[in-house]
C-alpha cells in the first residue's frame, strides 16, 4: 500500500511539473513570418495552392506570391528580391555561377492551342500536327495558311500565331521543342499565359501555345472555353493513333505526360529556386513540405508528380546531403 501511494505521489509531482513546464492550452512553437515567390506563370496555380495549404498548417505564416514569368522569377531570386524564384525552364549553367540553387518540385507541359471555332478544326483533330509543320508556323515561317497546315492548299485563310513577349519558360521550352531559342519564335507578341489564350480565344484564325494548366480548366478538367488543344502527330504518320490521342481532358494528358507519351520537350520539369541553398527557416520549411506533404495536392491542382525517387533526390538537397 505504502508503495501505491508513494507511486501516485511521485505521479503527480511528475505531472505538476509537466504542467508548470507546458501550460494547459499552450501550442508548439510554430512557423511565422513571409514568404516572397516570384516568376513563372506555369507554377503560379500551384504555388497559389500550396501556399493556400501550407497557410492552413502555419496560419502565422503569409506568401506574396506574384507571376511575371521565369526570367523575372530567376533574376527576382538571384537578386535577393524574392525569397523564392519559380522556374519552368532549364537553369542555366551561368545562373548557377551566380549563385541559383534549385529543386524539382512538379512537372507539366506546353502544349499549341487553337480556337474551338476554327474552321479547320476536324482534320486538326483527326489527323494531329506534325512536330516539322509546327515548326513551320513558328520558326520558319513556311507554313503561312491553314490549307497549308492541313494539306489543302486552296484553302487561303492565313493564320495568325501567338507567341509570348515576356521571358518565360513556356516559349523557351517550345522553342526547344525545335532546337531553337524564345527569340527565334516568330507571331505576335502576348504578355503571359493569360494574354495567349485570351488572344487565341478572340481570334478564330488563331494559333498558340500555353501550359496545360492555362489551356485546361482546373475544376472541369476540360479545355478552357474557346479553346480546343491542337494534338501532336507525335510519330510523324499523318494520322492521330489511339496512343497520340490523349488531349480531352486534364487527367488525360497528365497521365500521357507521365507515361511520357507527350514529347520532352515541351514536357519538362518546373522548379523553385532560391540564391544560394535557403538559410531562413521558413523557407527551407515550406520547400520541405512542398516536396512531402504538398504533393497530395499536385494531381487536383492539374499537375503531374515527380517519381518518388527524384523526391527524395530533391531533398537531399535541401538537407546539404
Known amino acids: 500500500m505504502k508503495k501505491f501511494i508513494s507511486l501516485m505521489v511521485l505521479g503527480l509531482a511528475f505531472a505538476l511539473l509537466f504542467t508548470a513546464t507546458f501550460p494547459a492550452g499552450a501550442a508548439k512553437e510554430d512557423l511565422s513570418g513571409t514568404i516572397s515567390m516570384s516568376g513563372a506563370w506555369a507554377l503560379y496555380p500551384m504555388a497559389v495552392k500550396w501556399g493556400e495549404e501550407f497557410q492552413k498548417v502555419h496560419p502565422g505564416v503569409k506568401i506574396d506570391l506574384s507571376a511575371g514569368g521565369a526570367g523575372k522569377g530567376m533574376a527576382d531570386a538571384l537578386a535577393g528580391i524574392a525569397d523564392i524564384g519559380m522556374v519552368s525552364r532549364d537553369v542555366y549553367p551561368e545562373e548557377i555561377a551566380k549563385g541559383a540553387w534549385y529543386v524539382a518540385v512538379t512537372k507539366d507541359a506546353v502544349v499549341p492551342v487553337v480556337n474551338e471555332g476554327n474552321p479547320y478544326l476536324k482534320d486538326l483533330m483527326g489527323k ?113 493513333d489511339a496512343e497520340e490521342n490523349f488531349y480531352g481532358s486534364l487527367d488525360q494528358i497528365d497521365k500521357a505526360i507521365a507515361e511520357g507519351k507527350y514529347p520532352s520537350p515541351p514536357a519538362r520539369e518546373l522548379y523553385l529556386v532560391s540564391q544560394g541553398k535557403p538559410q531562413k527557416k521558413l523557407v527551407s520549411e515550406f520547400i520541405k513540405w512542398i516536396l512531402t506533404d504538398g504533393q497530395k495536392f499536385v494531381p487536383e491542382s492539374g499537375y503531374i508528380k515527380l517519381t518518388d525517387a527524384k523526391l527524395q533526390a530533391e531533398l537531399k538537397k535541401l538537407e546539404g546531403k
Open 128 to 240: 494531329g500536327v506534325k512536330k516539322d509543320t509546327l515548326n513551320g508556323i513558328w520558326i520558319t515561317e513556311a507554313v503561312k495558311t491553314w490549307g497549308d497546315l492541313v494539306g489543302k492548299p486552296g484553302q487561303l485563310d492565313p493564320i495568325s500565331v501567338y507567341t509570348r513577349s515576356d521571358a518565360c519558360g513556356a516559349a523557351e521550352i517550345w522553342a526547344k521543342f525545335f532546337g531553337k531559342k524564345q527569340e527565334d519564335l516568330k507571331g505576335t507578341g502576348v504578355y503571359g499565359d493569360p494574354g495567349i489564350a485570351q488572344a487565341v480565344q478572340k481570334d478564330i484564325m488563331g494559333i498558340g501555345y500555353n501550359n496545360i494548366n492555362f489551356a485546361y480548366d482546373v475544376t472541369t478538367r476540360k479545355p478552357n472555353p474557346g479553346l480546343k488543344v491542337l494534338p501532336i502527330d507525335v510519330n510523324g504518320n499523318g494520322k492521330l
